[in-house]
T-cell receptor, first 116, second 114 residues
């Protein structure tokens, strides 16, 4: 299958600081990427849809000013958690979607964020 | 009615047996269906995609799709302890045609007993 990378794989930051997470599709171009978060023993929760060259579409209840998404190229999307708080601690996972049917979606390995 | 329904399990299967995982979905117009495996603490991994009625085989895995019954299943033959994981069914619904975002079931936790 296709390969999607994320960096960093884990990060610890202090409350009030910002953290940037990168998501790259390594062997295919992805016009659309998705950002999810997952709390322990819970389901994946879609945060936003990231389209190359345009503004991200956020799911209901997700603060777009807090979770900044940039999809600057066909292989790179970034998620910046601004002014992080302990409640933002979670497992953040990106995925990249193939551009042709059946539109398979491949996930990155995830980034574990801990805010102290 | 939930859009994508799965039995949460846990489903316990003896090693070497066939594990059968089931999923139903709410919108008859759906076109693409996926099975993901997620180990604890890891991200989901795509196992199978299917979009035509019938069976699709890949190694020990077989996906089965019945659009009339709005049902998709995953069979795992010769189950191994390494197959123990949560299996997520995902569907692209017609209202998401355009961005093709996935709607996930809550997952079935599978345990293979040595």
């Amino acid at each position: 299958g296709a390969v999607v990378s994320q960096h960093p794989s884990w990060v610890i930051c202090k409350s009030g600081t910002s953290v940037k997470i990168e998501c790259r599709s390594l062997d295919f171009q992805a016009t659309t990427m998705f950002w999810y978060r997952q709390f322990p023993k819970q389901s994946l929760m879609l945060m936003a849809t990231s389209n190359e060259g345009s503004k991200a579409t956020y799911e209901q209840g997700v603060e777009k000013d807090k979770f900044l998404i940039n999809h600057a190229s066909l292989t790179l999307s970034t998620l910046t958690v601004t002014s992080a708080h302990p409640e933002d601690s979670s497992f953040y996972i990106c995925s990249a979607r193939m551009t042709s049917p059946p539109y398979e979606q491949y996930f990155g390995p995830g980034t574990r964020l801990t805010v102290t | 009615q939930k859009e994508v329904e799965q039995n949460s399990g846990p489903l316990s299967v003896p090693e070497g047996a066939i594990a059968s995982l089931n999923c139903t979905y709410s919108d008859r117009g759906s076109q693409s269906f996926f099975w993901y495996r997620q180990y604890s603490g890891k991200s989901p991994e795509l196992i199978m995609s299917i979009y035509s009625n019938g069976d699709k085989e890949d190694g020990r895995f077989t996906a089965q799709l019945n659009k009339a019954s709005q049902y998709v299943s995953l069979l795992i033959r010769d189950s191994q302890p390494s197959d123990s994981a949560t299996y997520l069914c995902a569907v692209i619904f017609p209202h998401n045609f355009g961005n093709e975002k996935l709607t996930f079931g809550t997952g079935t936790r599978l345990t293979i007993i040595p």
